[in-house]
């Protein structure tokens, strides 16, 4: 979980650091375009994010690189389920920054009991 952790750390860090780059120079029209591809590369990899980490449980040797690989496979394979559980997850959180002391405890157990019931129940299915 720390190489995870420190992954997610470095891409979204970068991804980040690109776009704020990019804001700051947006006088140059072709960065504008590439602002964009770093929004999707983030988006992307935030929603890739949600099956990562209970894959990573559910592996009897655990491989980040393979994870993340059925991540994607999962994700792209389930759309409709996968986009469903972001949705609910994104609500969950918002709805857990105005419930501010209880978020940290309460939201990011229920979004990792969520997201490990999605595999299985995703992979069950298979």
């Given at each position: 979980?720390?190489?995870?952790f420190?992954l997610?750390?470095?891409?979204?860090?970068?991804?980040?650091?690109?776009?704020?780059?990019s804001?700051?120079l947006?006088h140059?029209l072709?960065l504008?375009?590439?602002?964009?591809?770093?929004?999707?590369l983030?988006?992307?990899?935030?929603l890739?994010?949600?099956?990562t980490f209970p894959?990573?449980i559910?592996?009897?040797?655990?491989?980040?690189?393979?994870?993340?690989?059925?991540?994607?496979i999962?994700?792209?394979?389930?759309?409709?389920f996968?986009v469903?559980?972001?949705?609910?997850?994104?609500?969950?959180?918002?709805?857990?920054?105005?419930?501010?002391?209880?978020?940290?405890?309460?939201?990011?157990s229920?979004?990792?009991?969520l997201?490990?019931?999605?595999?299985?129940?995703?992979?069950?299915?298979e």
């Open positions: 979980s720390y190489a995870w420190f997610n750390l470095l891409v979204v860090g970068f991804l980040l650091f690109n776009i704020d780059f804001i700051q947006s140059v072709w504008q375009f590439l602002r964009g591809i770093y929004w999707v983030l988006g992307s990899w935030l890739i994010q949600v099956y894959f990573l559910q592996q009897d040797k655990p491989s980040l690189v393979l994870a993340l690989r059925n991540s994607v999962l994700w792209f394979k389930h759309v409709i996968s469903f559980l972001s949705v609910a997850i994104i609500i969950l959180v918002v709805i857990s920054f105005y419930l501010y002391p209880l978020w940290f405890v309460i939201t990011a229920l979004i990792g009991y997201t490990n019931l999605g595999v299985v129940y995703l992979l069950s299915k």
